[in-house]
């Protein structure tokens, strides 16, 4: 069966330090990835997705990147983190093709930049 | 306009009794809708997917399409206070790469 990790769980991070958050899937290939971010007592906005090594696709202009170094690992990194960056962040999988594509989530991490 | 809403709620009911969850979309070519549940604090957790127009029941859940009327709904029946959660509707448009979310309906049911 297919399962998703992500880490670190929780991070407290100072504003204007850098972030890295790690993400891999195992029992399925080429899946497509996702980083959500969910701001307390809101919905789940999606920041990138991708849909192969190298592929990144942007929905929302902002100081964080994604990159897909393997077909099943996904990171979620940033220079210099803002106070506004803080939030519930969720990389999930789904599978690919028309039809029958259901989105799993990872575990989340919960980012406070101070 | 967003591309997925939901009534934010919360939405309170008895335990046993029927909870009414809505949804609507904008992308008329969407295909293939979802509803997850998340705990407070927790991931979200699929519940039910749904392709075609109609209903389609799971045990307590029945979700409900209406594709005309861009609409989609999610039924539980016997409600008991471990359905207590935020419901999120998910709709994958016409890029099926890409899954849209709604805000959620927070659900309280009281014993």
């Known amino acids: 069966s297919q399962t998703i990790h992500q880490w670190p769980a929780t991070l407290v991070q100072p504003v204007g330090s850098p972030l890295s958050l790690e993400c891999t899937v195992e029992g399925t290939s080429n899946p497509n990835l996702y980083w959500y971010r969910q701001a307390a007592g809101r919905g789940l906005q999606l920041l990138f997705y991708s849909v192969g090594i190298g592929q990144i696709s942007s929905e929302v202009p902002q100081n964080l990147s994604a990159s897909r170094p393997q077909d099943r690992q996904f990171i979620l990194s940033s220079k210099k983190l803002l106070l506004s960056d803080s939030g519930f962040y969720l990389c999930?999988?789904?599978?690919?093709?028309?039809?029958?594509?259901?989105?799993?989530f990872g575990e989340g991490s919960w980012l406070t930049v101070v | 306009q967003k591309e997925v809403e939901q009534n934010s709620g919360p939405l309170s009911v008895p335990e046993g009794a029927i909870a009414s969850l809505n949804c609507t979309y904008s992308?008329?070519?969407?295909?293939?809708f979802f509803w997850y549940r998340q705990y407070s604090g927790k991931s979200p957790e699929l519940i039910m997917s749904i392709y075609s127009n109609g209903d389609k029941e799971d045990g307590r859940f029945t979700a409900q399409l209406n594709k005309a009327s861009q609409y989609v709904s999610l039924l539980i029946r016997d409600s008991q206070p471990s359905d207590s959660a935020t419901y999120l509707c998910a709709v994958n448009g016409n890029n099926f790469n890409k899954f849209y979310f709604g805000s959620g309906t927070k659900l309280n049911v009281k014993p």
């Open positions: 992308d008329r070519g969407s295909q293939s």
């Open positions: 999930a999988w789904a599978g690919t093709g028309f039809g029958g594509n259901t989105i799993y």
